[in-house]
């Protein structure tokens, strides 16, 4: 038994002239162009994340030294009125607290070192500030491609696209920058 043979060239060329003529294929490009900014919205977004936590992860390092180092410098001021409150000097409590003071030299030319490192890597923050300020094009680019698909004027579109091309600058200077 032969099928009905169902005419779907012609069906696909009748949707095709009815979405021209109501913009929808219009449409379809700005749908288009808001996934792909949405995905480089993405992006930038993961990229800046990863600089700003690099750049406060040095931070970090270097405040948790300084604190190694005080409380270091907390344990030789306890030995030192322990010492101060009994009278008479102890071998042992003497001996620590040169210790604690030996170690907390060498942990505050650490904390020093890895100060300066934080404050050369400053470029992660501006990295970090540049792909956010693309994020923030691409967001405006595809808030306002929503309202050329709403209100279906292509000049909206036009104006979502420019925003669009300043993210992906952004994006380039981001990337590029040292």
Same mark, same amino acid.
């Given at each position: 038994?032969?099928? $009905?043979?169902v ?6 060329? +009748? #949707?095709k %002239? ?6 929808? &294929?219009?449409?379809?490009?700005v ?9 480089? $919205? ?8 990863? +600089? #700003?936590? %690099?750049?406060?992860?040095?931070q970090?390092? &270097?405040?948790?030294?300084?604190n ?22 102890? %071998? ?16 505050k030319s650490?904390?020093?070192h ?24 691409f ?28 993210g992906?600058v ?9």
């Open positions: 038994m032969e099928e $009905a043979e005419p779907l060239e012609h069906l696909h060329e +009748h #949707v %002239e009815t979405a021209e003529h109501s913009g929808a &294929a219009w449409i379809s490009w749908a288009l162009s808001t996934a792909i900014l949405a995905v480089l $919205a993405a992006i930038a977004g993961l990229l800046s994340g990863q +600089h #700003v936590n %690099e750049a406060m992860m040095n970090i390092e &270097a405040s948790d030294q300084w190694y180092y005080q409380a270091k410098g907390i344990k030789a001021s306890v030995l030192d009125a322990k010492m101060s409150l009994s009278g008479t000097p102890n %071998e042992s409590d003497q001996a620590k607290r040169d210790r604690y003071e030996k170690e907390q030299e060498k942990i650490e904390a020093e890895k100060e300066v490192a934080a404050k050369l890597n400053f470029h992660n923050f501006h990295k970090h500030e540049v792909f956010a300020r693309g994020v923030t094009m967001q405006i680019a595809i808030a306002i491609a929503a309202i050329s698909a709403l209100t279906k004027k292509r000049h909206f579109w036009v104006v979502s696209l420019l925003f669009g091309v300043v992906c952004f994006l380039v200077l981001a990337g590029i920058a040292k």
